[in-house]
């Protein structure tokens, strides 16, 4: 991978642009490119895509109670300011918070889990 410069992170989605709009926001990205089925986020050298899957179920129950195959952690200055901006853009809360004084454990609009961390 010696030519690789921008990485992109794909997540399942009911809804790509709605999801994609949470992202842009949380990480003051933008909408790059959208379809019916895809829509993807370009925040600086990240790329993160929602793509459309028929059947779509969010996970459920504590991030840290079953299978987790990835989370993103987003480092901020103000963890509470963070809490608060990503609640009123449509994160959850997750009920497991193992270090809150650290970091939040919260959950995208589809149920992927994220964390904010200082």
């Not at 030519?3 to 809804?15: E, G, K, V, W």
């Not at 990205?29 to 019916?36: C, L, V, W, Y």
């Not at 993103?72 to 853009?89: F, G, K, P, R, Y």
């Not at 994160?91 to 961390?117: L, N």
Request: aromatic share 6%; proline share 7%; with cysteine.
């Amino acid at each position: 991978m010696t030519t690789a410069s921008i990485a992109a992170i794909n997540l399942d989605s009911a809804d790509p642009r709605a999801l994609a709009t949470f992202w842009a926001g949380l990480l003051d990205g933008e909408i790059a490119f959208e379809t019916p089925d895809y829509c993807a986020v370009r925040a600086g050298s990240l790329i993160l895509g929602a793509v459309r899957i028929e059947g779509f179920e969010p996970a459920t129950g504590s991030s840290f109670g079953g299978s987790r195959q990835m989370h993103l952690d987003i480092t901020v200055d103000d963890l509470d300011s963070a809490e608060v901006e990503a609640l009123a853009l449509g994160a959850t809360k997750d009920p497991h918070q193992p270090a809150p004084e650290s970091h939040r454990v919260m959950r995208d609009p589809a149920g992927h889990p994220f964390c904010i961390r200082r």
